[in-house]
């Protein structure tokens, strides 16, 4: 029997293959309230693909995917699975988009692969094991000033009509940091702050799917995750924080900053 992983991996690469070959053939439905929160036919068709061979080798394992939702069965594994992640990206011929898959066992995390198919990056990793960019392993990179940082960060597709959002979040960082980045990928940014390339990473009202393996990264390459207070961290959790571990105080003191004083936007 092949491995987690290496189940995870073949899945990733095919539901990548569905993405690349699918630009062509993209029809659009809208989620919800409003034409914001959208979803195609391509995000469907990556899924089954995925589910498809994760059922293939793991029949009794349970299934928590975006747009099919829960298939519950009596198993302490559940795969997590996001088929695009980042399809506003997608449908516009936006290439950063990717492809994310994890395990989940018993409550805890414990394999997962992001592939980007544009770039052809595979990001992978086991808990307790690292995780590796393309057989490379990931670290975070090493800077301690906020003011020095790259920063990325997500709106949730509310943001129009919610009051809960993230503007002052990214008003504030924009003054603090270095730069702040807006990409449309979670589970990539995820993977860019396990990288190096990006030193935080913040976001509100996101899913499991959106960051169960790129959560894994974070801290298997070094890094630090929690809520914006500073609390443990789940990927069931509506807020995240990631960073590289030496800017993390600073940006939680900053978000703490925001939400008591609720500094106001000019």
Known sequence: MKSFLDVAMAAARLAGEVLLRGTSQIRVNFKGEGKHNV???????????????????????????????????????????????????????FPFFAVSIALEFEGSVIAGVVHDPVRNDLFYGEKGKGAFLNGNPLHVSENSELGQALLVTGFSYDFRESPDNNFDHFYHFSRSAQAVRRTGSAALDLCYVAAGHFDGFWEMKLSPWDVAAGSLFVEESGGKLTGFNGEPYSIYSKNILATNGRIHASMVQMLQTIQTKKQPLP
């Open 39 to 93: 979803v195609s036919n391509i995000d469907v068709d990556s899924e089954k693909v995925i589910t498809d061979l994760i059922k293939e080798h793991y029949p009794k394992h349970q299934v928590l995917a975006e747009e099919g939702g829960l298939q519950q069965k009596d198993s302490s594994y559940k795969w997590i699975i996001d088929p695009l992640d980042g399809t506003t990206n997608y449908i516009h011929g």
